[in-house]
């Protein structure tokens, strides 16, 4: 375990505590029990985010120990016990100054170290692979456009048929998404009945999926393994039942899936809701 991770960890806990940091999201990926800290990074965007939310809790960390001390001294040196004759002081230009100034610092730091990378993430580099990503009540339908053009249906497998295939409750499906290792994979979503959203935590995505327009993102998966995300949108009754699980393979075994895949879902038909050519 790295020095990062421990110190990752560790602020994680006490940013958790004093409620300022999200613990991980609901399974997906490899996570553990107990863990707090978000699912290791398997893309250059979320090894950003990561970055970022690091140097974030750092902030947030020192803000609410430096206002705890601020209340602890406050609370000792001025209530009436220690100071019976309060002083009459109502106004101190340097503190008004500094109280302004220093959060706008703050602020001006945070910001400028979050616009380039939302400009990365929404930079959609030229891709390798193409998936067009449909929510629907309650499933999700993934188009390979350019690959073929074959289309199928992926819905959440059951609890006993989950345990069957060695897959994680809530996370496993029938049929998950397959995308080659360390390409440029370009994701457009849409809905076809309410808005949805495609979120996996590993890869740092989380596009909504809007009924009548298309949303693109993308992702470059550098390790191979399973992740896992969810519907990120409340979408109705099924809403928790229709996780993504996404495969990251070899080029070789994602040309393979690629062939008995076409063969597979030949009998759906392709569907072209997206020119993206
Ligand atoms: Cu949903």
Known sequence: MSLRRICFSVLGSLGLLLGTASAASPGGGPTHNWQIAMQPAVTPVMERLEAFHFKLLVITVATCVFVAILLIYAMLRFNQRANPIPSKTQHHTLLEVLWTLVPILILAYIAIYSFPLLYYEAAVPKPDVTIEVIGRQWYWTYVYTKEGGFQFDSNMLQEAAAKARGEPRLLGVDNPVYVPVNKNVEIITTGSDVIHSWAVPAFGVKMDAIPGRLNHTWFKATNLGTYYGQCSELCGANH??????????????????????????????????????
């Open 240 to 277: 928790a039942f229709m996780p993504i699980e996404v495969k990251v393979v070899s080029e070789k075994d994602y040309r393979a899936w690629l062939a008995q895949a076409k063969r597979k879902y030949a009998s759906s038909g392709a569907m072209r809701l997206a020119s993206n050519e």
